[in-house]
T-cell receptor, first 111, second 116 residues
Framework: QKEVEQNSGPLSVPEGAIASLNCTYSDRGSQSFFWYRQYSGKSPELIMSIYSNGDKEDGRFTAQLNKASQYVSLLIRDSQPSDSATYLCPSVGGGADGLTFGKGTHLIIQP | SQTIHQWPATLVQPVGSPLSLECTVEGTSNPNLYWYRQAAGRGLQLLFYSVGIGQISSEVPQNLSASRPQDRQFILSSKKLLLSDSGFYLC???????????????FGSGTRLTVV
């Protein structure tokens, strides 16, 4: 069974610091990886996608993928209070398969 | 640009009543469509997905059903709601995948269903 493991938190980070979020997944067939941000009571919003091993940067966000270790992470630099949310890291194989989600990590940025 | 519409935003229904939630996508053709449910304190659970008109795949046995009568319309239904059907229902779409690469979903704004 496909699984995604995340530390549910809450993860508390001071404003301006780097927030580090981690995810491990069980399905070695996963080819695509995503990071979603979900504010309380709202739907998830896609913030990063990564398909190849290594780092991918987009503004204050950097996603890191290591397929051999089945590990994906997200770094948020210069954390802002508006980054406080639950972060989800689903993976997916090929075809029209649904995304496999974990419970997410609740991130709190302390002003 | 592509947009996804989902309604209603909130719904309170008595146990045993029927359910119909609708989702439509604009600005794209032949999308993959999905229904997810997020119960309180739980992760997102895939309920149904569809790769085309009339094609429905179910991931989890339940008293819900889905239909896709048009290319960009996806409907979630139930004949008789249970208390356990309460949750946050999300519709999502993605482009049809090629080369084994999956593209991220775009989610609708969701329907918060409370069964009483």
């Amino acid at each position: 069974q496909k699984e995604v493991e995340q530390n549910s938190g809450p993860l508390s980070v001071p404003e301006g610091a780097i927030a580090s979020l981690n995810c491990t997944y069980s399905d070695r067939g996963s080819q695509s990886f995503f990071w979603y941000r979900q504010y309380s009571g709202k739907s998830p919003e896609l913030i990063m996608s990564i398909y190849s091993n290594g780092d991918k940067e987009d503004g204050r966000f950097t996603a890191q993928l290591n397929k051999a270790s089945q590990y994906v992470s997200l770094l948020i630099r210069d954390s802002q209070p508006s980054d406080s949310a639950t972060y989800l890291c689903p993976s997916v194989g090929g075809g029209a398969d649904g995304l496999t989600f974990g419970k997410g990590t609740h991130l709190i940025i302390q002003p | 640009s592509q947009t996804i519409h989902q309604w209603p935003a909130t719904l309170v229904q008595p146990v045993g009543s029927p359910l119909s939630l609708e989702c439509t996508v604009e600005g794209t053709s032949n999308p993959n469509l999905y229904w997810y449910r997020q119960a309180a304190g739980r992760g997102l659970q895939l309920l149904f997905y569809s790769v085309g008109i009339g094609q429905i795949s179910s991931e989890v046995p339940q008293n819900l059903s889905a239909s896709r009568p048009q290319d960009r319309q996806f409907i979630l239904s139930s004949k008789k709601l249970l208390l356990s059907d309460s949750g946050f229902y999300l519709c999502a779409w993605s482009v049809s995948r090629t080369g084994g690469i999956g593209y991220g979903y775009t989610f609708g704004s969701g329907t918060r269903l409370t069964v009483v």
